[in-house]
């Protein structure tokens, strides 16, 4: 059973900027990309962006692009977010996830993650 455990959160000032990991316990497989999502305050979870088994394709949502970053190092079973140039509505809680490529559905398509982590918080101040 793969387990997944986000670290990283805390707060920061809006402009600044924060590194989350996401430490993967157990294998999956090469069919199988990563992602990140996060909840903001009284919202619903909502998709960040993702990042396949290799590293070698990543997708975001339209309101982190160009200031967030996914990247992923399998030797050491982790993946990382970066994000850059921080705003106050980037706060919330942020869940690492994995599930397997569908055909036809699109990686910010919830009901293809299976596996879950529990959520590091991000605060942005302004």
């Known amino acids: 059973q793969v387990q997944l455990t986000e670290s990283g959160g805390g707060l920061v000032q809006s402009g600044g900027s924060l590194r989350l990991s996401c430490a993967v316990l157990?294998?999956?497989?090469?069919?199988?990309?990563m992602a990140w999502w996060r909840q903001p305050p009284g919202k619903e979870r909502e998709f960040v962006g993702s990042?396949?088994?290799?590293?070698?394709?990543?997708d975001y949502a339209d309101p982190v692009k160009g200031r967030f970053t996914i990247s992923r190092d399998n030797t050491k079973n982790t993946v990382y977010l970066q994000m850059d140039s921080l705003k106050p509505e980037d706060t919330g809680v942020y869940y690492c996830a994995t599930g397997r490529a569908v055909l036809g559905a699109h990686v910010s398509s919830e009901s293809l993650y299976e596996i879950w982590g529990q959520g590091t918080q991000v605060t942005v101040s302004s």
């Open positions: 990042i396949n088994w290799s590293g070698s394709s990543t």
């Open positions: 157990g294998r999956t497989g090469s069919n199988y990309f």
